[in-house]
């Protein structure tokens, strides 16, 4: 896993307390965000780890299975991360019939939602502590290693990222993500067959 590779360079960093972790898929993450991670590291000494979310505005993002969701307490920790729509509201679904039609809706039901985002901040001590442990049943169904940490009773503080992220989850993303940075195509970099 990427925290896996993470720890191998942290063991190497003595000086180090706080270890930084920007995945490779959120290439637009707000320095601003990274910043207040780290504050709140900083801030915060029952934090284990601190990572970022923020509020789900698009219905397809709820539904979808590449937006992992978080579930936070009262005090920011983090309850659960899915896949999945998380928190589930049965009683919309119910009237509606379906999640998607129940977001269609009643947009209202947008605001419980929220987005993981890419970034992690880790006391050094406890980044290679948590690698050492095995996979667990969570981290492997949901293929979202912060869960080996949840299971074992670790604190995960989650904070607002201080702008909004577009994670490169699939092509689309990709293209979106191209879009802003003005990045031309892969394909225009690609020659032909015949070498035109």
């Known amino acids: 896993s990427g ?15 706080v270890i ?22 900083l801030n915060d000494d029952e934090a284990q780890i ?8 698009d219905a397809a993002d709820v539904l979808s299975a590449d937006v992992v969701k978080v579930v936070i307490d009262r005090g920011g920790r983090a309850l659960y991360f899915s896949r999945a729509p998380v928190p589930y509201p049965r009683d919309a679904v119910k009237k509606h019939g379906t999640l998607a039609e129940a977001l269609r809706q009643d947009a209202t039901l947008l605001a419980s939602f929220r987005k993981h985002t890419g970034l992690y901040v880790y006391r050094r001590g406890f980044l290679l ?23 074992r009773g670790a604190t995960i ?9 577009i994670g490169v989850d699939t092509a689309e993303d990709l293209e979106r993500v191209r879009a802003i940075l003005e990045v031309p195509s892969l394909k225009s970099h690609v020659p032909s067959r015949n070498g035109i």
Do not use: F, H
């Open 3 to 17: 925290s896996d590779r993470l720890a191998e360079v942290a063991a190497t960093l003595d000086e180090a307390d």
């Open 50 to 57: 601190v990572t970022t979310c923020e509020p789900i505005t």
């Open 157 to 165: 503080k989650v904070i607002e990222a201080a702008a909004p992220s």
């Open 20 to 41: 930084v972790n920007v995945q490779g898929d959120e290439p637009l993450i707000s320095p601003a965000t990274i910043e207040r991670a780290v504050d709140e590291m």
């Open 129 to 151: 502590e948590y690698t050492a442990w095995p996979q667990t049943v969570l981290e492997r169904t949901e293929s979202l290693e912060q869960l080996r940490a949840l299971e």
